[in-house]
């Protein structure tokens, strides 16, 4: 019988709805990150650096993209006899069929999975972090405390930390107290949402709260252990760990990649990134271009500016464009003599010549300000935006847009231009 010791299941279903258009036709852990990474890549490349051989990725919402990035998992060194990735989309079975209807729910209807392994361990991440970790190390620590559960917990702002869930512990690490989201907070140690079990402590408390409507590890299944019993720790990680989950967030984490040094560094050669890359020629740029502090992907032609800007694979600039502080991903062109300030734009979007994207006073976005904010100019997927318009800041653009749809040639800051179908 095949024994593994370890093995992870990474949650990879989520919508990401704050990242607004990014997410409309892809999971947020297919997001392209970095210019040339997904923000799977991460959680993906961690597991093989760490000795993990065999990760079930559980897809739920748009897969496509997801699947097709994975394959059979050539780029992690994942594709294995034994073990291996396998994609796991929720599956019709004899009886009342489901979606994954909460995270732990996810993993219960995975137990056969699980189980073809007989695994000692069972490590759950999620799929929409940017970090590196040693997962080994947690397995020593969960191992040296003789722990059922351990979390992986980072210290947060104590202001910040009503957003998580929050893990009081004793001084020997143990958890004695966990608040979901808690009003006021005792304690600033926020859960990463990766935890490792013993497998017969899961798989026991995934039967027993099966029937739990949207089964949730924070509210269901680490108070059910803990009540049970069962020691749980708190393991402390110390790295650069980044949530991107909003549009900010996602934008800063991007724009931390290029600072003079780096703190989260791709270029290690010890803890690489694995990504599945397309055969592209080399990066183009003419006489005329400048480039300043940026990341520029392979196969992209630069004939104008880019300064503190991330660049995917496959872009062209053209003559006399302008780009800055902005994040442009794979196949997207612009065209000559257009201005980009503060843009995320999606895979294979087209921009006019002569265009101004992000200009003027903020004003708060009229349909989602809690998305569309910071100043940000989005832009959905394979958007076409004509020549000669003037786009203000907090817009969101998606959809084959034409004159006609900006009046005077102007988007006001806050406007939300969304052509049918593209919601």
Known sequence: MIKKEMIAMLLAGGQGSRLGVLTSKMAKPAVSFGGKYRIIDFPLSNCINSGIDTVGVLTQYQPLRLNTHIGIGIPWDLDRNIGGVTVLPPYEKMANSEWYTGTA????????????FNPEYVLILSGDHIYKMDYEVMLDYHKANNAEVTIAVMPVPMEEAKRFGIM????????????????????????????????????????????????????????????????????EFTGYWKDVGTLESYWQANMELIDIVPEFNLYEEYWKIYTKADALPPQYFSNDSVVERSIIGEGSEIYGQVYNSIIGCGVTIGKDAVVRDSIIMNGTEIKAGASLNKVIAAENVEIGENTTIGVGDEAPNETDPKIYNAGLVTIGEKTVIPGNVTIGKNTVISGITEAQDYPNSILDSGRTLVKAGDE
């Open 105 to 116: 729910n996810a993993i219960y209807q995975n137990i056969d999975y699980m189980e073809t």
């Open 168 to 235: 009081i512990t004793d001084d020997k690490g143990q958890i004695t107290e966990f608040e979901e989201k808690p009003e006021h907070p005792r304690s600033n140690l926020a859960s990463m949402g990766i935890y490792i079990f013993n497998w017969k402590t899961l798989k026991e408390a995934l039967i027993a709260m099966a029937e739990q409507p949207a089964l949730d590890f924070g509210k269901h299944i680490i108070p059910y252990c803990h009540k049970n019993g069962a020691p749980l720790y708190a393991y």
